[in-house]
């Protein structure tokens, strides 16, 4: 997976992940790495958007929310949870294919409930 603007560095090619986050709240969100040397991530991820991403195992994905022009750390998470676990199917096989993206699924799923919703005062 090309990421144009903010690469990995090169010393990391032998430990990239591929990992999925889904902002299940209803508010935007920002998704940093900052925590690896020489990289620079940051997107910003809309209410219901599942974000697909290279990032190496030991990248801490910090999750940032807020309301015009002001952002709070909400939420850390070890890039290694959401690790997006591939399989190899050797023939294409529907059954098996099924199985496979049910358990991509599940694995989404298991992801989602580790963050918890900011509720925010006012």
Known sequence: MAQIFDPLPSDSAS???????????SRIQVARITNIPGWYFERVVFPGQRLVFEAVAEAMLEIHCGMMASAILSDTIPCSRLKIHDEVIPTFDP????KLEEKNERKTLENQALVEPVVTIQ
């Not at 430990?15 to 709240?25: A, D, E, G």
């Not at 059954?95 to 099924?98: A, T, V």
């Open 15 to 25: 430990r990239k992940i591929i990992c999925c986050y889904v902002n299940v709240t």
């Open 95 to 98: 059954n098996e294919q099924q």
